[in-house]
Nanobody
Framework: QVQLVESGGGLVQAGGSLRLSCAAS????????VGWFRQAPGKEREFVAA????????RYAESVKGRFTVSRDNAKNTVYLQMNSLQAEDTGTYYC???????????????WGQGTQVTVSS
């Protein structure tokens, strides 16, 4: 079992930055692919980014490429989502999730955090 807890969300002006954290317990995240998804009110959950560290492969949604970056701190068993140049369209609840293989499909992720709210004011 892996327990995931997100933090770092908040209110930011357009053009600003936030860094979300996904802290894991139970197992080390180094053996998992960690993905980030988001869900805006009234919309379906959508893929944002994911990284497979074992193969050094990252995958980003087109809408966030060049602005968002996934990284990790092994010592803290924590994965981060650095979000720069934020836009109003980035508003939503952000979730981290863990899977055994790199995927942009939510149902392929086995473990999920509770989410953290990001609101970008224009």
């Amino acid at each position: 079992q892996v327990q995931l807890v997100e933090s770092g969300g908040g209110l930011v002006q357009a053009g600003g930055s936030l860094r979300l954290s996904c802290a894991a317990s139970g197992r080390t995240l180094s053996s998992y692919v960690v993905g980030w998804f988001r869900q805006a009110p009234g919309k379906e959950r959508e893929f944002v980014a994911a990284k497979d560290w074992s193969r050094s492969i990252s995958r980003y949604a087109e809408s966030v490429k060049g602005r968002f970056t996934v990284s990790r701190d092994n010592a803290k068993n924590t994965v981060y989502l650095q979000m720069n140049s934020l836009q109003a369209e980035d508003t939503g609840t952000y979730y981290c999730a863990a899977a055994k293989a790199l995927s942009a499909v939510a149902y392929e992720y086995e473990y999920w955090g509770q989410g953290t709210q990001v609101t970008v004011s224009s």
